[in-house]
């Protein structure tokens, strides 16, 4: 069993009814429940306000793979976890980010960039297309599947190129967008995928649910986690794999630390 | 002429005497007056003790490439600089990092993993081999060549894969490196080149010369500035492409900022 | 100037009234006479019918850019010939194919994939949307541009994850499709670029043109062609670059030359 | 259990008695055996010797994974054979390419590039450096590890750029070289591994064993194979999926088929 971790910010489902009414037990619960349903997955969740947003260090240590909503509160994410996490995600624990996590603290800290990209809450036509057939994480889907309401996200989009662009979305209103990137950061595998507007029930659509579950297949990466993703060593020049002799000038002592 | 400048934290030229006699006018100076040299790139410096660590937005909006030089003072660079400095790269700013710089805070910022590597400072040979024949950053680069005093780097070196690995190196000791690595971000080149370490001649090398030179006119990109890169405008439905009617709920009042 | 070839199978010219409206000095005709009129191109042309397909090994070595449509006769062009501009692309010859020479037997060599989509030809409305803002190829070049009518191309596009995606299309009917593509293969820069069917006026667009003329400067390799890009040189064991003995078992002779 | 196949051309073996001697089952036997230890791969041999080099379609089709040994004798493989070897790594096979199989005609034709390195028989070490650590391919792998008698093969390394660079090599002569790469090329996952040279005993090493048991599982793609990987069909106005009316001109009739 995967240990997956849903993380929302749970803001609208408190103060707006039509949120509350696609997703009585909130997005995350929605998102969990059909991960669970998978029998491959075992889906907890974690919301922003919890304790530390429900994501302590011993809490990223045993979870595989996160997936993260968030969209009026990125500011409320605290540094300190937004680092954690980050710090997970190098040392092997899989991350999806959803729809509006495009500007979560972590998503642009992973990715280095500004992650901008035009939108319009119309309730329009979106329909993706694969592009990457027979991916891991379109186990099943077909060349393309429509949502019949959700929010138009426009191009250019402000991310690094990905390691694979799998997806592609037309919008009724005249955009076309990249909705599936791949990325891989340190020992963590990430996915952005972009559909997920709070105001309609994406999350209950089969074919998402579908993409979701062989995501996080794919993202669990087995191994040991590192155990320190910044540590940077001195070999010292008697360990030397070839015979090395001292030569030049030096600034460091011996068994010294490196600068940071 | 591509306006150029020069950064370098310039902490061990006013410390270690070894340091000063490889380079009187520091390595920023060393630098900029063989960029200077090549007819096509105005080359200027900038040091981290001048006030704003000599980088004002004025400035970095009139910089066409940066490069950047840091080791033992990564942590005396502002927040606000780092931020300035990976905006302008988004918009459009060319950036080489060069050396210790792989901790340098815009370099962990702009790619977003920890960039930690095992080192050694032994004055050990250190050979370049080219992976990406005739690619601008190689003009005129032989197929390998020799640096006989350098610090070691070894992997595994903490970054994204690159957009192209363009030179490896082989070291004496028994290590082996991605040396010379492209990526973009934004609309920005960036350009990681491994070899110089402070306590030897590197900068003064004939054919690494040649590689920064290549890099800055490679880097540079002549296009007008990207305005604003966190820019994340609205399209409202009344200016959309194609015909289209409000439908479903909506969380935005038409024409409201989205939410960061 | 930089020595471009534009190439076409220039059969519909032939055959078809309406492609001869649009182009009554063919396509090649056409885009030859936008690409001189940037003043930094120095373009002819080459069609099929001419002795070798006008593209001999002299010709090809002194072109910097070809670029290349073709659509009803792919498998007219000699394998020889193909053989030759492939060989050419990686000793730095750029390339641009157009539209429909997704099918081009040189696109499929370099590639290695099927290259295959699914199409309409409906004269529908087709509209591009920039993923690369700043890109060298997108100099100039708006957010998003219309072309009125087009055929359809659609995903999945049967070929390799490409450098950068930098152009995506939106369909009248439904579709996307990633439609400007960059690779480089050896020494040659590749762009792929979607639009161009022959029953439309599309390259006399001003967009595409742009586009066109752009791509043209991006994909040229100043450098000097690599002489032998299937050179597998022997390295003898006396001219090793570190001190080497002899060791274990040996299948060639010194100085042979290696299998193939 | 996944079904892989070593192939190998068989031809050393029987004519060196110091290959022979490595591999008296041939390197075919040697590496089929070791996979099986695994328990989760189901592994059997083809050479060149067999009726269609032991590879027909219908063994292909139940073919997961495929290794692939030449060095003598890549002339003397089938087009016919390659062709269907490249068809069923694009309809999802995984593919394995050792040591100088660089030159083998599927490699070849599934990377477009002439794959040529520089080399050198000497029996010098090897120590292979990972560089993207806990990649699926490097479970269990330390961080180094050494061949004491190898064949070196030096950069530059005739490939397109890889989709990641997960191994380099350091060599005792001087050299380094990209020595793991992954491609993807339709749904078929490819690995190219460097060291295996017929007279030394790499294959036989426990560490060059775990790798290759961990890139079948890696290359391995469990879904359905893609039916024809050269479709591409017209799509018919009267399907569309959203309403559409021909306009402009048409060169095909309705229900035709595109040219190739």
Request: aromatic letters at 8%.
């Amino acid at each position: 069993m995967i240990r997956t971790v849903v993380w929302n910010e749970n803001v609208h489902e408190q103060k707006s009814q039509v949120v509350r009414d696609n997703y009585p037990d909130g997005i995350h619960g929605c998102i969990a429940k059909s991960l669970n349903a998978s029998g491959k997955i075992s889906a907890t969740t974690a919301t922003l306000q919890q304790e530390n947003h429900g994501l302590t260090a011993q809490r990223l240590a045993e979870t595989d793979v996160l997936l993260w909503w968030g969209h009026a509160a990125h500011g409320d994410v605290s540094d300190d976890v937004c680092d954690m996490v980050c710090d997970a995600v190098l040392s092997g624990m899989g991350i999806i980010f959803l729809h509006s996590a495009h500007f979560a603290k972590p998503f642009k800290k992973l990715l280095g960039t500004s992650c901008n990209l035009t939108w319009r809450e119309a309730g329009e036509r979106e329909r993706l297309w694969t592009t990457a057939p027979n991916h891991p994480i379109l186990d099943g889907v077909p060349h393309h599947f429509e949502l019949e309401n959700e929010e138009m996200y426009g191009e250019p989009f402000g991310v690094p190129e990905p390691l694979e662009t799998i997806l592609i979305s037309w919008f009724e209103g005249g955009e076309a967008f990249r909705s599936g990137l791949t990325y891989k950061r340190g020992a963590g595998n990430i996915f952005y995928f972009r559909p997920g507007h709070e105001t309609y029930p994406t999350f209950h659509h089969d074919t998402v649910q579908r993409i979701l579950t062989n995501a996080v297949l794919w993202a669990h990466n087995p191994q040991q986690r590192i155990a320190d993703v910044h540590d940077a060593p001195n070999v010292p020049i008697e360990k030397s794999l070839e015979p090395l002799t001292q030569r030049g000038a030096k600034l460091h002592r011996e068994g010294e630390d490196g600068f940071r």
